[in-house]
């Protein structure tokens, strides 16, 4: 039997976004539960290790942050939504750290130790050695807990959204979702005045990813089944250095060691970054990892080189002591040695079309972090501008929340999750095989480079999987694997629309029969056939509460 549960605010992810938002709501003394599919412990933001870009150079400027975002972006940045994020940057920053997150500074100065990526024209890279979202995931973990009007929820994996009529308007709202409690296995119900998805993106619908399991895109998939659009869903962003082991599928190596000087190699020992950009290494990531995919396929070889050798051990090892061990781990010593390295699925720069507040067009649903569409990133996302975004729609949202909650009548108590008529599967091999199937075509027709005849394939393959996996639904007991698969079939499907859409290659996007970019620049977005339409997003309106 189902359990209901109010709240306030209900927040659908625990990582950077999800936490730092139900913190600032908390301190304003609402009632907010906050739902991590595993652990508070685990997810993306966890895994992060570059940093938080802003501006904090006295060389440095908040015009020279937004030209090269903007350049990164390929044209597809919003530059209202560019400097509305980077802006507010130095003072989510100082945010953080009242709430007790410490930064590398550097010993000589007090100051922060800023560090360069690809794609940034300054040193701004705010960072804590080289495990940064471990750093922040703390903070805010910690933080979170000791707010007494926040209740966590560990174990809770998302089914749909809740919908009711508003009473005081002809609208569809969001009041709440079934959540599938997986330590009483069975599904509750949590009603809300305002729902906040913050569930991270969807790079495990490939085969090779950066990112921990928990990316399956659930928060695009309810969202999409309740009506809301989605966009730029074509643009999904390949780390061009993950460590390439059979057991180190997702071992990120930052592209801070880039920053530092590491170079990339082929076996033969030669460098070859300077043959695609004048940047050479510290060009933007779709360009390497390009680069990276065209000299492997050339060759015929499985991996390329990185290296960083030629820099002080000491110099290494204080930098990068995160990175050092992992490697260690694996055989590899990267103060002696190149280390093997491939590009894997990273980033999700799609996602839930949002406005400056992260309103969807459902009616008090809120979506902010990698699951959203700001127009921040546009064709392909700059390094460390995540967790800049992160932090910053984070605050914007509870502004917009905190502002309007008061006019939102209490939720209506809609019918209990009705399994009467499913059973337990004795047949969940068949998630195992849908799930390999679905990351790997996804791996091989809608990858680095595209095709239209690739996209096509992968287009007949999703209809067929999709099939399978709603009859599978619709009479089996729900489980996070195969919530996960259900979720990613959808969000494929949509990464496969998105990219037979573009009629050009441009940032992450690179298709063989359209090589050239189109002069106009064009957002591709998608509605769905039940589109809620509830809010006008409005790109120019600003939230006016302080930070």
């Known amino acids: ?85 980077v802006e507010h940057g130095p003072a989510v920053i100082q945010w953080l750290v009242e709430r007790g997150m410490n930064f590398t500074r550097d010993p000589a100065t007090g100051e922060f130790h800023l560090t360069r990526e690809g794609g940034h024209s300054h040193r701004r890279v705010l960072h804590s050695a080289d495990a940064t979202g471990k750093a922040v995931a703390e903070t805010l973990t910690d933080r979170l807990l000791a707010q007494p009007t926040v209740r966590a929820f560990e174990d809770h994996v998302i089914v749909d959204l809740i919908t009711q009529a508003d009473c005081n308007s002809r609208k569809i709202r969001c009041t709440g979702a079934y959540v599938l409690n997986r330590r009483a296995d069975r599904v509750d119900v949590f009603l809300a005045k305002a729902v906040v998805l913050a569930t991270g993106g969807a790079s495990r619908v490939y085969l090779y990813s950066s990112n921990p399991v928990e990316a399956s895109g659930d928060g695009i998939a309810v969202a999409w089944r309740q009506g809301c659009r989605v966009a730029n869903m074509e643009f999904n962003q390949f780390h061009p250095t993950c460590l390439y082991h059979p057991q180190a599928r997702s071992l990120l190596l930052t592209e801070a060691l880039r920053g530092e000087g590491a170079v990339l190699r082929l076996p033969s020992g030669e460098r070859f970054m ?43 090892k204080s930098h990068f002591p995160n990175v050092y061990e992992q490697c260690l781990k694996y055989g590899f010593d990267i103060t002696r040695e190149p280390v093997p390295v491939v590009p894997a699925a990273h980033y999700t720069c799609g996602g839930i079309l949002t406005d400056l507040h992260g309103r969807t067009d459902l009616k008090n649903l809120y979506a902010i972090g990698e699951t959203a569409w700001t127009g921040l990133h546009g064709a392909n996302r700059m390094a460390s501008n995540s967790l800049l975004e992160c932090l910053v729609f984070a605050w914007s949202a509870a502004e917009h929340i905190d502002r309007v909650i008061d006019t939102i009548p209490e939720p209506a108590e809609p019918a209990p999750w009705d399994e009467s008529r499913v059973t337990y599967s004795d047949e969940d091999v068949v998630i195992s095989h849908n799930w390999d199937e679905l990351r790997r075509f996804m791996w091989d027709y809608v990858g680095i480079v595209r095709t239209r005849k690739r996209l096509e394939r992968a287009e007949h393959r999703i209809r067929l999987l999709q099939r399978e996996i709603q009859e599978y639904y619709s009479n089996y007991k729900v489980s996070r694997d195969l919530l996960e698969l259900r979720n990613l079939a959808l969000v494929a499907e949509l990464i496969i629309r998105s990219a037979m859409e573009r009629k050009e290659s441009r940032g992450l996007h690179y298709t063989l029969d359209y090589p050239d970019t189109s002069p106009i620049a064009r957002d591709t977005i998608l509605v769905p056939m039940n589109f809620a339409g509830q809010e006008v997003i409005v790109r120019c309106d600003p939230p006016s509460g302080h930070l």
């Open 1 to 85: 039997m189902s359990e209901y549960h109010r709240y306030d605010v209900l927040v659908v992810g625990s990582g950077a976004a999800g936490a730092s938002c139900a913190i600032r709501l908390a301190e304003r003394g609402y009632r907010v539960a906050v739902l991590s599919k595993s652990s508070l412990h685990s997810g993306s933001t966890w895994l992060a290790q570059g940093g938080v870009a802003a501006v904090f150079d006295s060389e440095d400027s908040i015009e020279a942050h937004i030209r090269d975002t903007l350049a990164a972006g390929a044209g597809l940045c919003h530059e209202e939504v560019v400097r509305f994020t």
């Open 274 to 316: 300077d043959r695609f950009h004048p940047a050479a290494e510290l060009a933007p990531r779709d360009i390497v990892a390009r680069a990276i995919d065209h000299e492997m396929k050339r060759l015929g070889v499985d991996f390329v080189y990185l290296d960083i050798t030629h820099k002080p051990a000491e110099f290494v």
